[in-house]
C-alpha cells in the first residue's frame, strides 16, 4: 500500500475514534494497525486466516487464446480461485480469467525462466484477473489500485511456493513494467524499452547485493521515476562504478 494511502487511513482512524469514542485506547489502535501493516506472508506464522488460498489446484479449461503483440498462448481457467493476503483481504480470480503463467511484462520475461512453472501459477492467475490482458470483462478488473495488485502479485508468489529474493525480482518487474490504470503522473508507457530494461538490471543487482524488503522495492522504483520519465537515467550510486570500470 502507498504511503500516503497509508496516512490517509491514519488519520481516518484517528478521526473515528474520536467521534465515535472507542473503548480500545488510541496508542492500542496505532500499535495494531502497524503490526498489521509491518507483516508479510514473509513473516506471518499463522496462515490458517491469511496468506493462503482458497481453492485449486489450478486447471485450465477452454482452447488457448493467442493476441497480438504475444507470443505465448493465454489459458482459461476452469474454476474460481481465492487468496487471503497477508493482512486479511480477499482477492479473486473467477472462472475463466485468462493467463500466460507468469504475468510478468514480456521485455522482462527472461529473468523468470519457465512461465508455467507451478510455483508462479497461483499468483499469475490472480495478477491477471485484475490487470491481465483479455481480462477486462471480469468483475475484478481493475477494481483495486494498481500498487495493492502488484503487492498482492507479491504475497501470493510467496505462498505458491517461490523462493523470497526471485517473489522480490517478479515483484520489481510487474511494479516498474506492469500496468498503472487510474495515475497518469506515474505512467510510464511512454519510456523507451531499453530504458525500463537497464533500470529493471540495476534493480536487480540491487536485490542481489542487499535482499531489500517489498516496500524498499516499490521506494526504490518510485524514486526513480522522474528520471525515466524525463530521460535522464543514471546507474544509482549506492550500486557504485560497474565491474568494467
Given at each position: 500500500m502507498?504511503?500516503?494511502?497509508r496516512l ?10 474520536g ?6 485506547g ?7 494497525r ?22 485449486g489446484?489450478?486447471e ?9 503483440g ?6 482459461p481457467?476452469?474454476?474460481?480461485i ?5 493482512s486479511?483481504?480477499?482477492?479473486t ?8 503463467g ?13 512461465r508455467?512453472s ?11 484477473a485484475?490487470?491481465?490482458?483479455g ?6 478488473w ?11 502479485f ?28 487510474d495515475?497518469?503522473?506515474r ?29 524498499a ?8 521515476e ?5 530521460g ?14
Open positions: 502507498p504511503r500516503p494511502r490517509f487511513l491514519a488519520l481516518a482512524t484517528v478521526a473515528a475514534i467521534i465515535a469514542g472507542a473503548v480500545i488510541l496508542p492500542e489502535i496505532i500499535a495494531r502497524a503490526a498489521q501493516v509491518a507483516q508479510t506472508c514473509l513473516d506471518l506464522a499463522d496462515r490458517e486466516t491469511r496468506c493462503r488460498f482458497i481453492g489446484p489450478l485450465m479449461q477452454g482452447q488457448p487464446v493467442f493476441m497480438e504475444f507470443n505465448q498462448a493465454f489459458l481457467t476452469r474454476d474460481e481465492e487468496f487471503i493476503d497477508a486479511g483481504e480477499t482477492w480470480a473467477p472462472r475463466q480469467t485468462l493467463t500466460d507468469a504475468t510478468i511484462p514480456p521485455i522482462f520475461a527472461p529473468l523468470i525462466g519457465d508455467q507451478r510455483e508462479y501459477l497461483m499468483a499469475a492467475a490472480l495478477h491477471d485484475y490487470c491481465g490482458v481480462n477486462d470483462a471480469l468483475p475484478t481493475r477494481t483495486r489500485a494498481w500498487q495493492d495488485v502488484h503487492r498482492m507479491y504475497e501470493a508468489l510467496l505462498v505458491n511456493g517461490t523462493p523470497p529474493q526471485k517473489a522480490k525480482i517478479m515483484f520489481a518487474a510487474v511494479y516498474l513494467g506492469g500496468p498503472r490504470w495515475d497518469p503522473a505512467d510510464l508507457s511512454e519510456v523507451p524499452q531499453e530504458a525500463l530494461q537497464k533500470e529493471m538490471a540495476w534493480c536487480l543487482e540491487w536485490i542481489e547485493q542487499t535482499d531489500p524488503d517489498v516496500e522495492i516499490a521506494a526504490w522504483m518510485t524514486k526513480r522522474a528520471d525515466l520519465k524525463a535522464k537515467q543514471v546507474r544509482p550510486a549506492v550500486l557504485g562504478a560497474p565491474a568494467s570500470e
